[in-house]
């Protein structure tokens, strides 16, 4: 079992910036993929980055791409989402995840990971 969890959300204006961290404690050969989704009132949860454990390679949605970077600390299993540039449209709840390497599913379909945090708050005001 593995238990994740997000820190680092608040309240920003537009064009800030936040950086959420998220750390995990547990199975570690649960976290070869970590990534983040987000969640709006009313609609489904939504990827926006991924990162693998052996080589770091990384997979961004097109919403956020080249405002937020994905990074993590393997030796302290904690995984950051830097957030730069934000906007209204990002003000959503975030949840990190993670899924061992035998986990089957694109790594940006919501059933891919079976582990997630509580989630934290980002809100973006205008």
């Known amino acids: 079992q593995v238990q994740l969890v997000e820190s680092g959300g608040g309240s920003v204006q537009d064009g800030g910036s936040l950086r959420l961290s998220c750390a995990a404690s547990?199975?570690?050969?649960?976290?070869?993929?970590m990534g983040w989704f987000r969640q709006t009132p009313g609609k489904e949860r939504e990827f926006v980055a991924a990162?693998?454990?052996?080589?770091?390679?990384?997979q961004y949605a097109d919403s956020v791409k080249g405002r937020f970077t994905i990074a993590r600390d393997s030796a302290r299993n904690t995984m950051f989402l830097q957030m730069n540039s934000l906007k209204p449209e990002d003000t959503a709840v975030y949840y990190c995840?993670?899924?061992?390497?035998?986990?089957?599913?694109?790594?940006?379909?919501?059933?891919?990971?079976?582990?997630w945090g509580q989630g934290t708050q980002v809100t973006v005001s205008s």
């Open positions: 547990g199975r570690t050969e649960s976290t070869y993929t």
């Open positions: 990162i693998w454990s052996n080589n770091h390679n990384t």
């Open positions: 995840v993670s899924a061992p390497i035998w986990s089957l599913g694109n790594y940006a379909s919501a059933t891919r990971y079976d582990h």
